[in-house]
């Protein structure tokens, strides 16, 4: 059973920062792939940052220079450093990992997922 959980979301004003980190507390599968995800009221699910076993990391570009993902292999930890927020950064983010390789920007392709952690940016 997957058991990804995500905590560090809140509210701060806009040019703040946030840490949001997620922990696979079931250590049920070795993740290949694992990736930030966010939704906004009325909108899609969007991916945000990703990150292969390697350390390589791919962003959206609107969080460019911004945004950071790691990971930490040895406990199972993603992180997601956020800094210079926008309003238009306020959504629910989601964990989400895989164990192959499929298209990290594509919800399906991830088979585990946490419950979410809500950001909040006012201006």
């Known amino acids: 059973q997957v058991q990804l959980v995500e905590s560090g979301g809140g509210s701060v004003q806009a040019g703040g920062s946030l840490r949001l980190s997620c922990v696979d507390s079931?250590?049920?599968?070795?993740?290949?792939?694992m990736a930030w995800f966010r939704q906004a009221p009325g909108k899609q699910r969007e991916a945000v940052a990703g990150?292969?076993?390697?350390?390589?990391?791919t962003y959206r570009d609107s969080v460019k220079d911004r945004f950071t993902i790691s990971r930490d292999n040895a406990v199972n930890t993603l992180y997601l450093q956020m800094n210079s927020l926008k309003p238009e950064d306020t959504a629910m983010y989601y964990c989400?990992?895989?164990?192959?390789?499929?298209?990290?920007?594509?919800?399906?392709?991830?088979?585990?997922w946490g419950q979410g952690t809500q950001v909040t940016v006012s201006s």
């Open positions: 990150i292969d076993s390697g350390g390589s990391a």
């Open positions: 079931k250590y049920a599968y070795t993740w290949n792939y």
């Open positions: 989400a990992a895989q164990t192959s390789s499929g298209a990290w920007s594509n919800p399906s392709n991830f088979r585990g």
